[in-house]
Nanobody, 114 residues
Framework: QVQLVESGGGLVQPGGSLRLSCAASGFAFSTYAMSWYRQAPGKEREWVAIITSSGGSTNYAASVKGRFTISRDNAKNTGYLQMNSLKTDDTAVYYC???????WGQGTQVTVSS
């Protein structure tokens, strides 16, 4: 069965960095594109970034482009989101997602605050 487990969130000051991880199991991770989404308090969930199955192509929401980097290690069945120059507006629960599957993990909380 499909399982995605996000980790790596925490409290960080503005301008700081975090790296999120997404451990996948129950399916052939290397054959699917992977996305990251986030949901801030009181707001709808929004798409953040996507990476192709091979990792050869990526795309980002305008709000994070140039600050966030999505990557993956198919040998480890794990995806990543490196977040730099964090802003208070980045505060949210972050989720990884395989768009083909109607499945959401528990997410990982990122709080950017001084």
């Amino acid at each position: 069965q499909v399982q995605l487990v996000e980790s790596g969130g925490g409290l960080v000051q503005p301008g700081g960095s975090l790296r999120l991880s997404c451990a996948a199991s129950g399916f052939a991770f290397s054959t699917y594109a992977m996305s990251w989404y986030r949901q801030a308090p009181g707001k709808e969930r929004e798409w953040v970034a996507i990476i192709t199955s091979s990792g050869g192509s990526t795309n980002y929401a305008a709000s994070v482009k140039g600050r966030f980097t999505i990557s993956r290690d198919n040998a480890k069945n794990t995806g990543y989101l490196q977040m730099n120059s964090l802003k208070t507006d980045d505060t949210a629960v972050y989720y990884c997602k395989i768009n083909t599957f109607n499945y959401w993990g528990q997410g990982t909380q990122v709080t950017v605050s001084s």
